[in-house]
């Protein structure tokens, strides 16, 4: 039920197509899922710059007209739901500016932690600021590096910046990719005959028919131009952090993603806990789509079958209006409603890819038990979220996430379910080939990049308060 | 694949809630999957009717405000997608009149097959028509009829027309429903507290929290006002023909249709499937979302594991941009995407409800070779498409049918797979428990409603030609 | 201030024009002051009709995209400001129906007295009714008529209705245009080239370069067809109720209205006001723009020089924003601006059209005062407005009009101004060459068309309560 | 006929307002005549600042919902038509930044000589720009300033631009604003009750019924916050250089500009040209709106009568839509209709207030032979304009400007006039009472502000070759 947590965006960059624009919608539009709120494109032609960006999805945003006027063979675009910055139009990516080298674009996934801190100093210095978006600080940097070169004055601000990031940068001829040094967000290289393109997830790539080349290494800057791909390794990398949950959640598990198909990773989920939490139930369900893949492990791993017990609707857009007040679980019956006939006095166990809140899924299992169903046996493909995320996923604040204040077996009884399992931190760590190479603050609060110290002070000190 | 067919429309009306409106918006959402060119909605309040219309899908066209105007515990809606008449905002149900009983309100599922030869008679009488709906016709049967009572005028009405309807009237005060003595359509009783609704589906129910009280019958015309819910036999049913499609493609599994759970029904599908036409496989994989029910029971019966092999993009909107023409499968990649590391190498059993006209196939099947599948069988929930439907389901020509001109071995070729083998008629009987009492004409041109002469030539003459 | 009238509609159709319908956009825009709400065009090509309608203005209505799918050399359209019927997109004409002659489209000008006793008839006799117009009612009297030839139909419908209406008819090939046998509206017949125009102002001939022909006579159908213009007189003509209205306020001064220049009219009104009503005063000033002919008019023959006393803002739109409550003459601030320079401690002839309600008058002359004018002296266009209009104008009931309970020296009191002159019905007479020819029931209460039972109670009896 | 000429802005700031929002909407809507492109207004609580921008009229872009969401009693608002940057919404003021001393915006009337001079020293110096406007120049002016109090580092700011600037500025608690030492464009300042406002001209007063006080002073800085108004002489002014255009063309009549009515002195206008190049005819006419108060002045003084001969449409919007081809004055006939009543077979002088290209004179000079006028004596209410405006005037290029390349007497030819004459510049000087303090460039050349070398070889030099 991890769609209370949003990541903020999909990037998707290409290099030397006839039709660039066109292609960025397309890869935009693959990625709709890590952002909704609002996207982006801009292009260049080698002389001018052209750009057009939206409230809502991106078929809402663009059509043949809107991308007709996005003329040249250089595109980046941006999906964005905003962790940093209120949802105006203003704050939609590609940011878009004048100067000293000319016309420069910037389109980022992740979250600054010392952006505000850089952001003081530059305006000491003199600088204005246009938008409220983290994202801003780093297009400053640039401007103000005293380096002679292009790629040099990105190095020069990259490495000012700590936290998450994966950005495109684009000037009139140039595209450029860039990763934070622990790696945290992710971002690929692709090829589609002579054009080269930089995106998210790799199924942006399937959609247009490129393959997908490999991974922008942490600390990696790639830049694109007439020469091909130059490699810059703009940021020792002496660690990394790559999040998790991207496997756990976020990505489309038709997706490459950090090197592995995520396909394959997030089954292992669902196989792991059906070994190390075992059940005997008569039906295995999903909580459709996140946790289908994990649920299929599951199902294969215990032998109990699995079965489409809960279908999605998902003409979704904004489901402002719920049913009335006396139906408890309305908001969820809304977005779900359940088989009778599959679950009707049957002993069901529900696979679900993580709890953040708890009161979405409370009513989940309460509509379940309205439909029949005997006995529910709730699985989560993670362990507990203890911690929020400073590196670009949205989470509650902590004291809202109920495993930071409460047990298992609280949350069970809170849940009203028959039996509650999380996956271990030792399980989760089980399922990818490079387990240190990963990120677990949400669950451990081991923060890589270091907090700033109001910022600890929040986080471990609000819920002993 | 059937989604080249559309059915055209979903039916919600409710009596007595506070709420109406707002109920039936919340029904119409449940019922997109059956239009989604366009909705209306119509209230009443006893003395006053109010109505808003438009294009576009529901969570589209309404918004707290444009509710809030929709006063009154009395109203219906319909989702539209046109079988007669233009999309335009004029053709959009349901209708509204003034005629000698004062307002009067319409929405209508299906489709008659007399309706030109009505229509031209009225107009012959001195009749304007204000729309181009067969559905007006109705309309225009009610206003003329002598008889003195609202429900008699009703009864009078639908006896002069043939072919399929399922049918919501309003009047200020009372919500009425009917169903054609044949039963093509479906249409359902539901019960909220002291509300009563009928709907085309009981997921529409569901989301509402009502229960499901009992279909409308064949030939009934259900009448719902202060004193209750009042049955009149309109017109005699002596034989059955419910669309049997329903089951295969269009409704929700997890709604309750002429009786039966659509789930179990289309469960049998898959499971006769395997059983009659078995092979050699190690991957069952659904064309989502319409088949993932049928796929899940081929995958049961053959013991062939169930895999998410193709991953669907929910956030369609309009797909008007295609990927380069180079692309030869690029439509369907921007609705599907498959998943390397399930299918690769693989046999493969690829289960889909239907095949109309086969390109899109075709292209799905291309797709699938140049992921790597190995071998592609593909396993079809019904016999071949070989003639139009006339009762409500907007299909191509017949000479646009593929089996209406190639044989099985030659679809087979055209479509580039290693095995196709449909579900015989037999064994599509064999899912329901009163198989006499469907509707089979696209299979086997038996057309339970007598067509005109014309349309009796252009369908089983033009392919000889 | 007669702003607070409002007429509800221009015509405007052309038959043999390639662009047709762009013509008609043209002709709507010069007579956008005949009605700003809605407009609508329906156009022909000999074979299919096209239409498109809107909310709004002209200009805001239509682009070449618009336009451009109103295909054919045969097009009608129509600029709504409502009488009967709601404000919403239903209610914009022209209406087009189906019916025994086929496509048929209609658009009128004027209000039928009787047409909802026809309505009710013909309701009861089993025809239903899709808007709230009482235009509609002329199409069922066509689609009824047993005659056997199109226009001998419209004739006959034209016979049933009584009241006023100037009409635009169109078939798939033919224009046709009828005038009520009062002659209470007008509509003319221009030429361009070889195309023939029916329009209610020669201002839209004009605009598109068209010459002025003649009127529609009363009583007159005149049918334009590739054979050309045929004149068929439907009802006998006795005696004609042109509005006087028209001239002095409704019509533009740059139009040809019932045979006469408005221009010419409107300025006799100033001259006979200044001869029969002098003051002793600087300065002339006319409320902009309905009353800057008959200022003039006035300016000239009484020797007082004419000012640009009053600014108005032409942007109107929706002045939905009011100054601070404690600008009591806050409303027409917005509207007019008085320019000081000229009225400071000024003598200050005002000249309007006419005293519809009285109360933004008694703004204006509140807003004067501030700006300095030492005297108000107030001279008013016709007599004193003491009876609604049932032929077409939209009027405030009978015991909202100033004078039907209020003296003239009442209502000087009210206004606060220091003399207050009407033009005499002696007078008004007077400008024209054929007063008899005239409606003046707005001024003395003669209906010409006999006023139902009802209507005349409500008129006549109800200030006597 | 200057509406080629086009300003590009009306400012309007209010401080210590309850309804803030609200009243610079309607000093907005009062000014709406300079600039028709967008608006923007932002607000501030002494807290939060808010916006709100949108392209089109100030009553399309507001509404009461959008100013409800404006809260604060400070706000600022600007009307655009733009002379530098783009027509999109990243163009529309007031901009908005954040900066060392927090939330400032920016509203500019004028047009900066030194703007690109200073934006590439910034941008070398690091600083990045968002928009394509010359206003963003002074927000990083100000931003940079080391001046430690806000009001010092405006003053900074401004001593380091050259040219024409009326500028509003805004923090979340002061209103302040500024005009350039020569006073090119106008700004003054009002009072209603404890709040002041600061507007471009005074029929933005009047609206919301606030008193005009007095102009702010060129090269003043005025601060307005909770101790009232503070006046700073930010920059030495030795001479000024107000814009006689204000007067011919682009402000209101019934405003007070440069501490004039413009009435009156364009009333002068019309005296002067009458008497020093009379004519014999029979009637004055005016090209509407622009030349009315002139032609009226003109009329008094030569003792011909004055008429209303050309009707101006006031429902413009956009006129995209061009009568045929073969109408050659099809684009006037548009915007005017002649009157022929009035104009047939007379002697006409035709008042304007200048001549830009001449096109479109020329073009209503054909309507109005068309329409049967004798003579046509064309008398212009300013000099030939020869040369280009760089101080915030839309200017057509010195070689598009007709009387840069003919003499008067080719110019009468072209224009096919009877007689033509302009104004003299000793005229044009007498009819204000300091005429040294005028600039005058568009007739002589004398820009009073250097223009940079390459500018002054394109005016200079470009029509020598």
Known sequence: MADQLREYCGLFGIHNHPNAARNVFLGLYALQHRGQEGAGIVSADGVRTYGHHGMGLVSQIYNPESLGKLHGSLAIGHNRYSTTGQPTLTNIQPLLVDCKIG???????????????????????????????????????????????????????????????????????????????????????????????????????????????????????????????????????????????????????DSIVFGENVDKVRRKLGVVLARNHPVSAEVVIAVPDSSNTSSLGFAQESGIPFELGLIRNHYVGRTFIQPEQSLRDGDVRVKFNPVRGILNRKRVVVVDDSIVRGSTMKKLVRMLRKTGVKEVHLRICSPPIRFPCFYGIDMPERRELIASFQSVGEIQEYLNVDSLEYLSMEDLRSVVDDPENFCYACFNGQYQVPLSTPLRKAVFEETAA
Do not use: W
């Not at 003199?126 to 380096?147: C, K, N, P, W, Y």
């Not at 990696?220 to 002496?238: K, N, P």
């Open 103 to 253: 016309k420069m674009a910037l389109a980022h996934n992740g979250n600054l932690v010392n952006a505000l801190e850089k952001r003081k100093e530059m305006e000491q210095d003199g600088s204005i600021f246009a938008t409220t978006m983290d994202s801003e600080v780093i297009l400053h940097l640039i401007a103000r590096s005293q380096e002679p070169r292009v790629e040099d004055m990105i190095v020069d601000a990259v490495r000012q910046v700590n936290g998450a990031y994966s950005l495109l940068l684009m000037t009139k001829d140039r595209l450029m990719g860039a990763r934070d040094p622990l790696g945290l967000r992710p971002l690929c290289v692709g090829r589609l005959g002579e054009s080269v393109i930089l995106t998210s997830e790799s199924c942006a790539l399937d959609i247009i028919g490129a393959e997908y080349v490999r991974d922008v290494k942490p600390g990696e800057l790639v830049v694109v131009d007439e020469r091909g791909i130059t490699s810059i390794q703009a940021e020792e990398s002496t660690a990394q952090a790559k999040c998790i949950f991207e496997f756990i959640y976020f990505s489309r598990p």
